[in-house]
């Protein structure tokens, strides 16, 4: 079955290696009641088999979650998840966290499982959560938990098993808020949620919109 501009819709510093898990950056939780949009120019599938593949302005989207590429192969599950590959020269990865910033991402290629939030950026991968910054061949960010970790390969074990630019990792400081009068420590503000991602003035986001 082949059509052209179809939506799908699914109802539901440098080291080798750095991971990080106790940043608060996991992504907004209303995206995951919403409803997944797979739409693109051209496209085939096998609805039996639940296999389909768009290509030309492929464009992700669940609430803020947004995953624009050139090309995507996806499985839909009985259980109304799906696993898509996304390819382009970027792919680009965006989403706002519970703290009313935003995660954006790039890669060459991007592996999404919709059960877990599981984004994962391979092959020129950059990742800003919002100030925060990493860079690797490979990021995996986990948008229902906030966790994330870059490494050289996605095989862990291959990681350190030939010459790379290992993994940059860019924390920014955090302004801490003054004691109150009674000298207690003041009450964090509500955060803030930004309504748009801010502008990446990297030339990997260049084509992100």
Avoid at 51 to 78: C, E, F, H, M
Avoid at 141 to 159: C, D, L
Avoid at 172 to 192: F, L, N, W
Wanted: contains cysteine.
């Amino acid at each position: 079955m082949k059509l052209r501009h179809v939506t799908l819709a699914v109802a539901i510093g440098s080291l080798a290696m750095f991971s990080v898990a106790s940043l608060p950056a996991l992504a907004e939780r209303a995206d995951r009641k919403q409803k997944v949009i797979i739409n693109g120019l051209d496209f085939s599938g096998d609805a039996a088999q639940g296999i389909y593949k768009l290509s030309r302005n492929v464009v992700i989207t669940q609430g803020t979650l947004r995953i624009t590429a050139d090309q995507a192969d996806v499985r839909t599950r009985p259980d109304e998840n799906f696993f898509a590959v996304l390819t382009a020269k970027p792919v680009c990865f965006r989403e706002r966290t519970e703290k009313g910033d935003w995660a954006q991402g790039v890669a060459d290629r991007v592996e999404y499982e919709s059960k877990d939030g599981v984004v994962e950026l391979i092959g020129n991968a950059i990742l800003f959560v919002g100030e925060d910054e990493i860079r690797a061949n490979y990021i995996i960010y986990n948008t229902q938990t906030g966790t994330f970790e870059g490494r050289e390969s996605k095989n862990p074990s291959a990681a350190n098993s030939h010459g790379g630019r290992g993994v940059t990792f860019i924390l920014q400081p955090r302004e801490s808020a003054p004691p109150a009068a009674d000298g207690k420590p003041a009450a964090k503000p509500a955060p803030t949620k930004q309504a748009a991602p801010p502008k990446r003035h990297e030339p990997a986001f260049s084509r992100c919109a």
